[in-house]
């Protein structure tokens, strides 16, 4: 992906930061096999690859400034702890999943007490409760919900 960004006039292609990235990752392995396989006769690729390095950080930190990534905070800890960045998406998903089971059940029951509150107040009052519906399905322009159509019909 590259962005195109104007220069006097001129169209320049800039690299997208993922790129400079990847860029500065391959740099960095060159890097490491000529460290390893150093010799003075290769001193002067060696400079050369680090000053190509420098060049590409300044481009990605260029690149940086124009994009707007957010880390949550945890996800650099698992990283610092040296495990895998997925088990942090993983772990975090399972969590969502969890949170949305108990929220679930939450309105579910809910739901259940609102029904049986209704049943009970309709036993115990109900002529106001007819009212009541009267008055919420007004309200509501005529829409019946699941509730009402199960008291009305006894089905509570």
């Known amino acids: 992906i590259f962005i195109m960004v ?22 960095v392995h060159e890097m490491e096999q000529q460290i390893q396989e150093f010799s003075e006769d290769s ?3 060696l400079f050369e690859r680090v000053n190509a390095f420098v060049d590409n950080l300044t481009e990605m930190q260029s690149s940086a400034s124009n994009s707007q990534v957010e880390v949550p905070v945890e996800l650099l800890r698992v990283v610092d702890e040296g495990k895998h960045p997925e088990t942090f998406s993983v772990s975090h998903f399972e969590h969502c999943i969890h949170r949305n089971q108990v929220t679930k059940g939450k309105v579910e029951l809910l739901a259940h007490f609102h029904n049986h509150l209704l049943k009970s107040a309709k036993e115990a009052f109900p002529e106001e409760v007819k ?3 009267r008055t ?3 309200s509501a322009m005529g829409v019946k919900t699941e509730v009402n159509v199960g008291i009305e019909n006894g089905q509570v």
């Open 131 to 133: 009212e009541y519906l």
């Open 6 to 27: 104007e220069n006097n006039g001129n169209t320049l292609e800039k690299p997208s930061l993922e790129e400079t990235i990847a860029k500065a990752l391959w740099q």
């Open 136 to 138: 919420r399905d007004g």
């Open 43 to 45: 001193q002067s690729l």
